[in-house]
């Protein structure tokens, strides 16, 4: 069990909680109470930081919310307090506001108490963490076999957590505050690896396979929650890197123990940890389409969405024949455009435009300037740079599909959809 910040409150009329300090009062005024404060000081374990609670800062709120006393923080709250008879919610946390991703931990706590006069009455808030902290881990080999990567960590919010080698080898713990009723995080990967190649992929990290240590059943992330990440990288049997793989352990408010966290479908995300058989090899036409997860923004928000979100990784192990991508849109000015894109490039993305060996794709997005590369039938790996199209899709309020075929040089063919949503 992990020790807690226990602000304790004795308050003089209302029935006690078992209070470890109490004072006489000698004198009250009529329908009044007079509070006395004891506080005691017990570092969180979970998270082995230092709090000094007596910087807290402590409001007392009557029944109809609004503030009767205010302290800036616990140091400066007088022995005896008088307060009249009632009932009240008595509230703490650390200095300042909670803001979506922060460096430090943020803790908080509220308990309600009745002030009935002539009675010693004890209130204690306390204060837990608020937000839930991520730390993240790179074997020896993934630091060997990357030379950069960007990895963002996503609940569906405004802001995401965002980690890159410039955050060095052993990045710092980050802490975000959590949306309402998330059970699932989405991870984004991309990498460059020593050879020069681009890995991109995406997974989801759930709670449910350690739904057996919940107090209270509950799959939604919340405050609290210490969550480390794992990445190691995939090689294929000719010693390749072609890909990621993470693990995820958690610890819940409460417990002391680590817990393994359940990785979503790794065939639309990251890379399972085996080698990639080899053309000619058994399984050799194997196809991988690493997509990304469903991506909205507000219109005209495009610069509040990391490109690399819409990386698409594409892999054939017997090689690229066809890779034809194919949109459909609710936005009556997107069809429009891409009607014209046709026209005037001869790149049909309603139908289904072919990206192998196709320069047109690659004089339509230069002259967007937004320049991509395209493969050439054979190759075994490319990236489909859906964010590419970030910048004139958030001026078309609606939700833009992306069906992507790849069929190899055996015939074997995969699809999958990337939905884009501007509100």
């Given at each position: 069990?992990?020790?807690?910040?226990?602000?304790?409150?004795?308050?003089?009329?209302?029935?006690?909680?078992?209070?470890?300090?109490?004072?006489?009062?000698?004198?009250?005024?009529?329908?009044?109470?007079v509070?006395?404060?004891?506080?005691?000081?017990l570092?969180?374990?979970?998270?082995?930081?230092?709090?000094?609670?007596s910087?807290?800062?402590?409001?007392?709120?009557?029944a109809?919310?609004?503030a009767?006393?205010?302290?800036?923080?616990l140091?400066?709250?007088?022995?005896?307090?008088?307060?009249?008879?009632?009932?009240?919610?008595v509230?703490?946390?650390?200095?300042?506001?909670?803001?979506?991703?922060m460096?430090?931990?943020?803790?908080?706590g509220?308990?309600?108490?009745?002030?009935?006069?002539?009675?010693?009455?004890k209130?204690?808030?306390?204060?837990?963490?608020?937000?839930?902290?991520?730390?993240?881990?790179?074997?020896?080999?993934?630091?060997?076999?990357?030379?950069?990567?960007?990895?963002?960590?996503?609940?569906?919010?405004?802001?995401?957590l965002h980690?890159?080698?410039?955050?060095?080898?052993?990045?710092?713990?980050?802490?975000?505050?959590?949306?309402?009723?998330?059970?699932?995080l989405t991870?984004?990967?991309?990498?460059?690896?020593?050879?020069?190649n681009?890995?991109?992929?995406?997974?989801?990290?759930?709670?449910?396979?350690?739904?057996?240590?919940?107090?209270?059943?509950?799959?939604?992330?919340s405050?609290?929650?210490?969550?480390?990440?794992?990445?190691?990288?995939?090689?294929?049997?000719?010693?390749?890197i072609?890909?990621?793989?993470?693990?995820?352990?958690?610890?819940?408010?409460?417990?002391?123990?680590?817990?393994?966290?359940?990785?979503?479908?790794?065939?639309?995300?990251?890379?399972?940890?085996?080698?990639?058989?080899?053309?000619?090899?058994?399984?050799?036409?194997?196809?991988?389409?690493?997509?990304?997860?469903?991506?909205s923004?507000?219109?005209?928000g495009?610069?509040?969405v990391?490109?690399?979100?819409g990386?698409?990784?594409?892999?054939?192990?017997?090689?690229?024949?066809?890779?034809t991508?194919?949109?459909s849109?609710?936005?009556?000015?997107?069809?429009?455009?891409?009607?014209?894109?046709?026209?005037?490039?001869g790149?049909?993305?309603?139908?289904?435009a072919?990206?192998?060996?196709?320069?047109?794709?690659?004089?339509?997005?230069d002259?967007?300037?937004?320049?991509?590369?395209?493969p050439?039938?054979?190759?075994?790996?490319?990236?489909?740079?859906?964010?590419?199209?970030?910048?004139?899709?958030?001026v078309?309020?609606?939700?833009?599909?992306?069906?992507?075929?790849?069929?190899?040089?055996?015939?074997?063919?995969?699809?999958?959809?990337?939905?884009?949503?501007?509100?």
């Amino acid at each position: 069990m992990k020790r807690k910040n226990i602000l304790s409150i004795c308050l003089l009329a209302a029935t006690s909680l078992a209070s470890c300090v109490s004072e006489e009062i000698s004198t009250t005024k009529s329908g009044e109470g007079v509070m006395t404060l004891d506080v005691e000081l017990l570092k969180p374990q979970a998270t082995r930081a230092d709090v000094n609670t007596s910087e807290f800062p402590v409001v007392i709120y009557n029944a109809e919310g609004t503030a009767v006393k205010s302290f800036s923080q616990l140091a400066d709250v007088p022995k005896q307090v008088p307060l009249e008879v009632g009932n009240y919610t008595v509230e703490s946390h650390t200095p300042g506001m909670m803001e979506k991703i922060m460096t430090a931990p943020y803790y908080k706590g509220t308990d309600d108490v009745t002030i009935l006069k002539g009675i010693n009455t004890k209130a204690d808030v306390v204060c837990k963490m608020a937000n839930g902290s991520f730390t993240i881990n790179y074997s020896s080999a993934f630091i060997t076999d990357f030379s950069s990567w960007d990895i963002t960590i996503d609940d569906g919010g405004e802001s995401a957590l965002h980690f890159s080698n410039t955050d060095g080898n052993e990045p710092a713990t980050v802490y975000m505050a959590f949306e309402e009723n998330v059970s699932k995080l989405t991870v984004n990967f991309k990498g460059k690896t020593t050879a020069g190649n681009t890995i991109s992929a995406s997974n989801t990290l759930t709670k449910v396979a350690a739904s057996e240590k919940y107090d209270d059943d509950n799959t939604d992330f919340s405050g609290g929650d210490a969550i480390v990440i794992n990445f190691e990288p995939v090689a294929s049997s000719e010693g390749n890197i072609t890909g990621v793989t993470l693990t995820a352990d958690i610890r819940f408010e409460e417990h002391e123990e680590w817990i393994s966290m359940e990785v979503g479908d790794k065939e639309g995300g990251f890379v399972p940890d085996t080698p990639d058989p080899g053309p000619g090899e058994p399984g050799g036409g194997e196809i991988t389409m690493n997509l990304p997860a469903p991506i909205s923004f507000p219109i005209f928000g495009a610069d509040s969405v990391s490109p690399s979100l819409g990386d698409t990784y594409l892999a054939a192990t017997a090689g690229f024949r066809s890779i034809t991508v194919s949109i459909s849109s609710t936005s009556a000015d997107m069809n429009s455009s891409l009607a014209d894109l046709s026209t005037q490039y001869g790149v049909d993305f309603i139908s289904g435009a072919e990206i192998v060996d196709n320069q047109n794709v690659v004089a339509l997005f230069d002259s967007l300037g937004q320049p991509l590369s395209v493969p050439t039938q054979g190759d075994t790996s490319y990236n489909f740079p859906i964010g590419n199209f970030f910048s004139f899709l958030q001026v078309l309020a609606g939700s833009h599909t992306f069906y992507l075929t790849v069929t190899d040089m055996q015939g074997n063919t995969k699809s999958g959809s990337v939905n884009i949503t501007i509100h």
